[in-house]
């Protein structure tokens, strides 16, 4: 008998997912622990409403000139947009940074998040939350990408591709998102997971006018399925 995602167990369903997007796109290129937290905390703030690329640019270029986050929690917030310009809204992203620098100065005395690295999951992301302009995605990033936490980042890619596979209802929205995808997706597939959707959701289901003919998981897909079925009756 095939199996649909109605009478498919929720986990073979995701490592199903998986499995196919990773033959199609590849593992993820880049691994785990590839910035401190406290780098990844930054490059995930000057990553907003930009490009991958534009934002590491924007991100060298700050480490360039200011080789130690001391010397960025000092420098004015104009000196510091001035050096991450490529990665686009620099007067805001400067002042978001030196806020997350001023507070996590005033609560460890120290510039550095390695102390993450024993505190649970739960408690590390709620510390993160705290600080000023950190959301659940950030957060989640941070202890995904810099400290190999079995945590999901949920942003628009994630969340569209989640509920057309029927993996979440659409009306949960990112932040319900991450809590129903954390209690299906195994902890080991946490980061390939995240990295599949992100890529699919880039190349293949996209906001407007998804190539469902293209896609590899369409038959595990709900909101394909229901569009054809759909179709079949009208
Ligand atoms: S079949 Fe279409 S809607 Fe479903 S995951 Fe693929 S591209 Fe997205």
Redesign the pocket.
């Known amino acids: 008998m095939v199996k649909t995602p109605t009478n498919f167990p929720v986990h073979n369903q995701v490592e199903q997912i998986l499995l196919t997007l990773e033959q199609v796109y590849g593992p993820p290129a880049m691994q785990t622990g590839r910035f401190h937290p406290l780098d990844e905390l930054i490059a995930c703030i000057l990553s907003q409403h930009t490009s991958d690329k534009n934002s590491l640019r924007a991100f060298n270029n700050l480490k360039t000139h200011f080789p130690s986050w001391e010397q960025v929690e000092t420098a004015e917030a104009e000196s510091i947009a001035n050096v991450i310009r490529s990665g686009g809204l620099a007067d805001s992203k400067a002042v978001r940074i030196k806020h997350a620098l001023a507070a996590i100065r005033a609560d460890r005395g120290t510039l550095e998040l390695d102390f993450l690295r024993s505190m649970p999951d739960a408690e590390a992301r709620q510390w993160l939350m705290n600080l000023p302009g950190v959301g659940p995605k950030t957060a989640a990033i941070v202890l995904c990408f810099a400290l190999n936490r079995p945590v999901i980042p949920v942003d628009t890619h994630v969340f ?2 989640s509920w ?2 029927g993996l979440v209802p659409r009306k949960a929205g990112e932040g319900r998102a991450h809590d129903l995808l954390q209690a299906i997706v195994p902890d080991a597939l946490v980061f390939r997971f995240h990295v599949a959707l992100i890529t ?2 880039r190349e ?3 906001a407007q006018n ?9 038959t ?6 229901s ?1 054809a079925l759909s179709e079949k009756t009208t």
């Open positions: 569209r591709v057309r596979l699919h959701g293949t289901c996209k998804p190539r469902c003919g293209l896609c590899p998981v369409q595990l897909c709900s909101h394909y399925l569009t």
